[in-house]
């Protein structure tokens, strides 16, 4: 199965181990519950769903690549103590508790969080002392002495033997006690992540031309090569930091994350056309309305590679613009609720000015923010969300604080026109997208009339997770004109054949 697919059986699993009784015991008793064990090539993203799901789950995470790990860490170190049987002293060997299960009563205390996920990574790589203990592990939930605490669920990772010569073999006895899932590389299901994720959008374009080159991992007589997911949205993280610094990054840079000599040369080259595409086309002048009857005839007559660059600089641009307008939706709707608990209507003590109102809520949402911070149950975009919204709140306050009225009504009007600042700046932002998307309609039509290339463009579209959220308020007709004239699904293989045979 893909990764979204076996993270929604993990969630599926977690929430069924964690359902309880009536008297509060879980359902499925600690020991039938089957540890997950993900098998799956390298950079697939095995390790990044785990995070994800905890985050989702609001559940605690505790990872360990056990490679890294000898047999006295993982179960802990022997010591000698005094102990009486049958009337009789004897010294006895005992261990201190496993470091990892140590981990696991951390992340319980400094969290608060009872109940989540224990990530083992790399299983099947142990070395030959630590494998009776990960036999052990996998059957009785305990390292050594120690038991994992109930409510922690074990997943599990590891890489098939043609990927890594130090994999290990489970018996029959072992597999029979763990939930297998097999996990394959699918590019569709990571497109979408890229696009929510703002993977670069040269990244992208390329590999919406050459998916083969997504996932490849080859041994040869010259050594080992590969490019995988994990290294493809690494490069993306660099080469938008080397943008930032006014670099460009090479052949070399390339061949540092897509270690394989031919895709790295090829992506390397299609990177340089890329940034020559970016100057040519000028699309910010195309989202603002400028659209050029000369670029319109060069993008008609351009070989496949190069539509497919600049439709990418075009959806890339645009999914910029519907992110701030997503940002600032969630963060005018986290900041009413908050300003909900102020209102003077509400259930509180008439004695408490609003400026006190609102450095209660102020100090609430921080103290909540930082709970949520330590746990790790903020993504990266959550937690700027939050921050924001803590900001604002603080803001509100220092303002209410000067403010010489001492009037609760007066007050929270002031309030409520702050907050329709943010409001008002959300609508902004909503009409400058709505005019971004008309045009680059207008620039593409212009181009290509209502040829076979709006497919692409629509299809990419439909995969953006910032365009998907902004199509849902904004009703585009041509884009569900083209849509629905176009069944870009069913076409979309046979199109991009065509389109490709049509620039060679």
Known sequence: MNI????????????????KDNYGTYEIPAMRQRPVFLMGPPGVGKTQIMEQIARECQIGLVAYTITHHTRQSAVGLPFITDKEFG????????????EIVASVYNKIESTGLSEG????????????????????FLQYKTFGN???PEGWIIVTAGNPPEYNKSVRDFDVVTLDRIKLIHVEPDYEVWKAYAYEHEVHPAVISYLNARTENFCRIETTVDGKFFATPRGWEDLSSFIKIYERLDKKPDRDVVGEYIQYPKIATDFANYLELYYKYRDDYQIDEIL??????????????APFDEKLNVMGL??????QHFKKVADQGDRTGLLMEELKKIDPQTDIDPSTTMAERT????????ESLKKKQEAGLLNRRENFLYRDVEALLLN???????????????????????FQKENDQYDLLFTESSKALEHAFDFLEAAFAAGQEMVLFITELNNGYYSVKFLKEYECERYYQYNKSLLFQDREDEIRSRIRSLGN
């Not at 070395?127 to 203990?133: D, F, I, K, M, Q």
């Not at 075009?314 to 999914?319: C, D, E, G, H, P």
């Not at 450095?359 to 921080?366: A, E, G, K, L, V």
């Not at 306050?397 to 929270?412: A, T, V």
């Open 4 to 19: 979204k697919r076996a993270k929604e059986e993990i969630k599926n699993t977690i929430e069924a181990y964690l359902l």
């Open 87 to 98: 009337g009789k002293q004897y010294r006895v060997t005992e261990y201190t508790m496993s």
């Open 117 to 136: 996920i224990l990530f083992i990574d790399e299983i099947n790589c142990v070395s030959e002392t630590l494998a009776p203990t990960m036999l052990q």
């Open 146 to 148: 120690h038991r994992i």
């Open 288 to 301: 603002s309305g400028t659209i050029r009857e000369s670029l319109c005839n060069k993008l008609s007559r």
């Open 314 to 319: 075009l959806l890339s641009r645009l999914s």
């Open 359 to 366: 450095h209660n809520t102020r100090s609430q949402w921080s």
């Open 396 to 418: 509100i306050e220092e303002i209410l604080k000067k403010s010489d009225k001492d009037n609760m009504e007066e007050d929270w009007n002031l309030i409520r026109k702050m």
